[in-house]
């Protein structure tokens, strides 16, 4: 079993509804499963990822999108070192399982 290592997390812009925040993570990091309440958009700017949700690896590339339902367990793997923007509503709260 993978050792889950937490991301570098650094905010980007943020506004009275919306935020932004880089997260950046080394080639073959796990990162923490977790869910949050809300919908929100994972973009990936730099580096290649595994988004497990659903019970299904997405393979995610630069300038891919994917929009993280609400109350649905997901983790990342850094396939290479990865740096990406999510953006969220500042009311998100976030839920982390080990």
Known sequence: MKKVTKPTV??????????????????????????????SILFVHEGECILKIHGEDKELKPGDAYIIPPEVKHQIEAKTDFRGIHFMPTEIKFEFFT
């Open 10 to 39: 650094k905010t980007l812009a943020s506004g009275k509804k919306m935020i932004a925040k880089q997260m950046k993570a080394k080639a073959g990091d796990l990162l923490p499963k977790h869910l949050a309440n809300v919908e």
